[in-house]
């Protein structure tokens, strides 16, 4: 994946889920106080994200981009009017930490998915930090064509 790397503020938690489902390297924390987001957002060279006007004026950190818009669909599309986005990698993070996921042998997603899921796919992830195990449902192909449509 590219070098852009964000962090969103705790008014765009959604947001966040989307650019993480992109493949995008997007720390969320919440709550979190302004002056630590901050920081990290300076130390880890990542685009601050947030709706908060003010937090502008309380940094010279330039990378930060003020969402305006409320719903998660129309953040997206101002996020892609603001900053230059590369293609993004789709469902390669972990949606909850942000870990990249790894393909995990088929013998060791039994038991830990559904029974008719496990019959059903030939193909599992699974998050090396928080564990969770993704595998390409209809879930996947709704997210895609939801995608798509918000990208129009």
Known sequence: ????????????GRLAK???LQGFD???ECPIEDSKLIRLAQSEGRVLLTRDRDLEAKTLWESIVVIEKTSYADQLR???KKVK?????LFTRCLDCNELIHRLPKGRAE????EEVYK???EFYACPKCQKIFWRGSHV????????RLMR
């Not at 986005?85 to 990698?89: C, K």
């Not at 192909?141 to 798509?148: D, T, Y």
């Open 18 to 20: 989307w650019l993480r």
């Open 111 to 114: 038991g830990r998915v559904p």
């Open 120 to 122: 059903l796919y030939r």
């Open 85 to 89: 986005l590369p293609r993004g990698s």
């Open 141 to 148: 192909k709704n997210s895609e064509l939801r995608l798509r």
């Open 1 to 12: 994946m590219g070098t852009v790397r964000f962090i969103c503020d705790e008014q765009l």
């Open 26 to 28: 997007t720390r969320f």
């Open 78 to 80: 101002e996020l892609r």
